[in-house]
């Protein structure tokens, strides 16, 4: 009876133990790169006692996830961090539905070390409430090495030189551009054309500041004329295509490029591929020096008593020096802190942390529109819409404009 209830008790304070150990995370990382980094995580927070429960909504961009989350937070369910870019933060701090992090921030030394282009979506009210994990860049291209060899194609310039390129690539039989029909990816391209076409201040003006001038300027139709173009270069079968599958396409020599953000190296390196061997990496003709980023935080959300320990456990590990190496080494992104050495990161993920400090100084580090650092989710939502529906040739590009000033008047 007493040995009975001596392993009762034990087993009993086992699973409280690992109620308490355990951390669930909400997250859009379900590709292969994106499980590949997912895993020096949870093996990370594994090596410190956390056990990682596994709660993943496909989709990228994260609009998937954000839906799941608040029908959790409204069921009264939070988990115990979310995944989230930019301005999602600031909503989720408005609410009130975040921890109070600034303990272990002020422990860690946060405020020295992150940038402040994140800190302000990681701080609400003066609060640390989501620990950055990485920071991405939209306006690269990601090209098939051996396809560039055999047409003897350089890397293109500007708009122009990347018309060519796709033209002969087109030409040679090839998919041309890689790319899957979905809002998201067609916004993400928007960012790299928008900032090519117009430069740094027009982005800024248009995108970040909203100003419907810039929204519905010739430059701005010239951005639409582009998209146009870059519409004419990919397959038949490109509607609803997963990311993921638009860079295996590359991979694999059926296409000669995609415009994506710097997760897609993920894929690349998880099929075993290098920079400058089977892959080249490139920043989007016509923006070199600028740099449209996003930077994936987690959230954590306020939770009872038992959760906390490992919440924190987390919240400290994510932004622990050799993590933030281990982890975008892998993922494609580049550290969010300032003091990372760029020794293990292989020639595109060196040139993205160059990238990201020169624009940091130059002042043409610019929110990802595409991917919520530039307006909130309702403006985010309404250019999505116009460039989606332009993109499949619903609008012409006069239309898209006057599309484009109206929505996000409307969505404000
Ligand atoms: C996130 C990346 C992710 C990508 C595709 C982006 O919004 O910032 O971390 O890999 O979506 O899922």
Redesign the pocket.
């Known amino acids: 009876m007493l040995k009975k209830l001596a392993l009762a008790t034990a087993i009993a304070a086992s699973m409280g133990a690992n109620a308490a150990d355990q951390v669930e995370v909400l997250h859009?990382?379900t590709?292969g790169g994106?499980a590949a980094a997912l895993n020096v995580l949870k093996d990370d927070l594994g090596g410190n006692g956390v056990t990682w429960q596994d709660m993943p909504v496909a989709g990228?961009?994260?609009e998937g996830a954000m839906t799941v989350l608040r029908a959790r937070v409204t069921a009264n369910n939070a988990p115990t961090a979310a995944?989230m870019?930019g301005f999602d933060i600031q909503d989720w701090g408005a609410q009130g539905a975040a921890a109070d992090l600034n303990d272990v921030a002020a422990a860690e030394g946060w405020d020295a070390v992150v940038p402040a282009a994140l800190q302000r979506f990681s701080k609400y009210d003066g609060k640390w409430i989501a620990a950055p994990v990485?920071v991405?860049s939209t306006n690269w291209v990601w090209a098939n090495k051996a396809i560039f060899d055999e047409l003897g194609l350089g890397m293109p310039l500007n708009f122009d030189q990347l018309v060519d390129a796709l033209d002969a690539i087109q030409a040679a039989g090839y998919t041309a551009l890689a790319h899957g029909g979905q809002a998201w990816q067609d916004a993400t391209l928007f960012d790299s054309v928008v900032l090519a076409t117009g430069g740094v201040d027009f982005y800024r003006k248009a995108m970040i500041d909203l100003d419907e001038a810039a929204l519905g300027s010739d430059t701005m139709k010239m951005a639409f004329d582009r998209m146009a173009k870059l519409r004419s270069y990919v397959d038949d079968n490109f509607s609803g295509r997963d990311?993921n599958l638009a860079s295996s396409m590359v991979i694999n020599k059926e296409a000669g490029m995609q415009i994506m953000?710097d997760?897609a190296k993920?894929e690349f390196l998880n099929a075993g591929q290098t920079p400058g061997e089977e892959f080249l990496c490139f920043r989007f003709p016509g923006t070199a020096g600028a740099v449209t980023f996003?930077s994936?935080q987690f959230v954590m959300f306020a939770v009872g008593d038992d959760r906390q320990s490992a919440q924190g456990q987390m919240a400290k590990a994510v932004l622990s020096p050799s993590f933030q190496s281990a982890f975008n080494v892998v993922?494609g992104?580049v550290p969010a802190r300032t003091d990372v050495s760029d020794a293990d990161f292989d020639a595109c993920g060196k040139k993205g942390m160059r990238d990201l400090a020169d624009a940091n100084m130059n002042g043409s580090l610019l929110g990802s529109m595409a991917?919520g650092h530039a307006a909130p989710a309702a403006v985010k939502n309404a250019v999505y819409d116009v460039v989606t529906a332009h993109f499949n040739g619903e609008f012409s590009s006069d239309d898209a404009v006057a599309e484009l000033v109206a929505a996000v008047a409307d969505a404000q």
């Open positions: 859009w990382w590709s994106e990228g961009g994260g995944q870019l990485n991405h990311w953000g997760w993920g996003n994936d993922k992104s991917h």
